[in-house]
């Protein structure tokens, strides 16, 4: 099985029970952050948190490939 097949069958099933888990928390609960009380579903929460965990990862991945082709190069 090809490497990109896999990355696309793991996505996949992470969306998949990132949507159920989601679905399952729509109650509203009141977020303390530093100063301020935000009140908001736990489902837009786990939305928001786990957007920036993937946008920090593809900045990761893009830091890292960038390090090793500069390493690369005579």
């Known amino acids: 099985m090809h490497m990109k097949k896999i990355k696309y069958i793991a996505a996949g099933i992470i969306i998949t029970l990132m ?4 679905f ?10 530093l100063f301020a009380e935000i009140r908001m579903p736990v489902a837009l929460l ?3 948190t786990f957007s920036i965990g993937m946008i920090a990862g593809w ?5 890292i490939s960038n390090k090793k082709r ?5």
């Open 70 to 74: 500069a390493k690369n190069l005579p």
């Open 59 to 63: 900045i990761a991945t893009i830091l």
């Open 24 to 33: 399952q928390n729509l109650e509203e609960k009141t977020i303390h952050l």
């Open 46 to 48: 786990l939305l928001i």
């Open 19 to 22: 949507g159920i888990v989601t």
